[in-house]
């Protein structure tokens, strides 16, 4: 099969979803305000009610798709009273509110915040937040993003219709179709990141992002929260310092201490904290924010934040990061180099070489506190993409293209469920099909974004057979 055109999944996907032109006088579909809540594409230190009350996001919820209010479990602060958990409501106006029969209405009782995208001040219950101020970027820019991510979600024991339209490719016209599709995700990661920066800085953009990946996809916003509150300040003081911190500020850190020579480390802690709550009494998370069932004990937000407060101490990370990327093009080593940098070596009878968790029993052997998978999963999706945005816009032509090889030559990670859903329904669940690159696995993710989101569970209408069918022959 001749080469695919460099730029042939991106155009094939903009014809098959063109995106929709939003200029600054429009009115935004309503669930594209879901999506705007929901990735929180807002300035989140600006936020004010339409009464004036600063509001604080702590989690932005749990999107829902059953009838009811768009978000369930958020945790809000309004004014300087302290947060509370409840519903979100997404509406175009005010008048929503009353149209739609909310008020009464006792599946909306718990809303305690009613977002729209503009609205004239008066008084209202619940309190409202009008977001068409406070967006993080153009709203021209967000459509296409925004279009993106408005799409559909599909059941993962839905397999489709789709017969497979991967699974007889070549394996190299293969390899090009997701290579092109990585890039594509790769700079929509990118512009998320250039977006953020401009408001909190390319380094606040980093740590939050950072933070929200140790975070996984249950914990992002309390770690990403975290980040927004500790990560410009601190900085110079030792890793047990900004830990206790950290576990602080987190709800986290265990009220008692347990028995043995274990509750050492804790008490440790304590001593550290006890110091400094007053200080940052009024912005400790609710313990309500995290969710811990089902985490495996080596992803538990204790442990992660113990690695975190070590990327802090440093004091130099960015800048360690920044050497990392310029040491040369040497992009069989760029793996290795990653996990040495962000892998803090732990001594092997350090509290966290031998604990899951702050109430954990000591392990038999020591662990390190970031592995091989994870560093992968950081690499390329906030790293690699971070370092693209600032390269895009800087002096170095020549940097945006090692960036890229960078990424694609990158190690596959482990594999997961969205994964599988993937081959199952692209390849038909053939095993030969198994990424060999994180390249190949986002790519993946982003063909099954793009194409197998929209088009639903019994993929009506959806254009990606047509665009297989179309590649070079």
Excluded at 125 to 143: K, N, Q, T
Excluded at 238 to 261: K, Y
Excluded at 455 to 466: H, I, M, N, V, Y
């Amino acid at each position: 099969m001749p080469t695919l055109p460099p730029d042939f999944y991106a155009c094939r996907r903009a014809e098959a979803r063109p995106p929709a032109v939003l200029r600054e006088g429009d009115l935004p579909p309503e669930r594209w305000l879901q999506q705007i809540w929901r990735h929180q594409r807002i300035r989140r230190g600006d936020l004010r009610s339409l009464d004036g009350q600063p509001v604080r996001v702590l989690h932005p919820g749990f999107w829902n798709h059953e009838p009811g209010p768009d978000f369930k479990g958020a945790v809000i602060q309004i004014g300087t009273g302290p947060a509370k958990t409840g519903d979100v409501e997404i509406d175009l106006a005010v008048s929503g509110w009353r149209s739609h029969r909310h008020e009464g209405n006792p599946a909306y009782a718990g809303v305690i915040l009613h977002v729209v995208w503009e609205a004239v001040p008066r008084e209202l219950v619940p309190p409202v937040l009008a977001i068409r101020s406070f967006l993080d970027a153009p709203v021209a820019e967000l459509g296409a993003w925004l279009e993106d991510e408005a799409a559909g979600t599909l059941p993962p024991e839905v397999l489709g219709r789709c017969c497979a339209p991967l699974r007889d490719v070549p394996a190299d016209a293969l390899a090009g179709l997701l290579g092109q599709a990585a890039q594509v995700r790769l700079r929509r990661k990118a512009g998320e990141f250039a977006a953020r920066a401009r408001h909190v800085g390319w380094d606040g953009a980093l740590w939050e992002g950072l933070f929200a990946a140790l975070g996984y996809k249950h914990n992002v916003w309390p770690m990403r929260r975290l980040a927004e509150l500790v990560a410009g300040t601190g900085r110079a003081d030792e890793a047990v310092t900004l830990e206790a911190r950290l576990l602080g500020l987190s709800g986290l850190l265990p009220a008692q201490l347990p028995r043995g020579a274990d509750a050492g480390h804790i008490r440790t802690l304590w001593d550290i904290w006890w110091r400094e709550r007053d200080r940052w009494s009024d912005l400790v998370l609710p313990v309500s924010l995290w969710r811990l069932a089902g985490i495996r004990p080596a992803n538990h937000p204790q442990r992660r934040l113990a690695l975190a407060a070590r990327w802090l101490a440093s004091g130099d990370l960015v800048p360690r990061l920044e050497a990392w990327l310029t040491a040369g093009p040497d992009l069989t080593t760029a793996p290795a180099r990653l996990m040495a940098l962000l892998a803090p070596v732990v001594e092997p009878d350090a509290f966290w070489s031998r604990h899951w968790t702050l109430r954990s029993a000591a392990l038999a052997a020591p662990q390190p506190l970031l592995g091989a998978a994870r560093t992968t999963d950081i690499a390329v999706n906030v790293v690699l993409p971070w370092f693209f945005a600032r390269a895009e816009i800087g002096r170095d032509p020549a940097l945006p293209s090692i960036i890229a090889r960078g990424y694609e030559t990158w190690p596959a990670s482990e594999d997961n469920a969205v994964l599988r859903f993937a081959r199952q329904r692209l390849f038909g669940g053939v095993a030969r099909r198994m990424p060999r690159t994180a390249a190949a696995q986002q790519g993946l993710l982003q063909v099954s974004r793009d194409f197998c989101g929209p088009a639903g569970a019994l993929c009506e209408g959806c254009r990606f057979p047509d665009i297989v069918r179309a590649m070079p022959r």
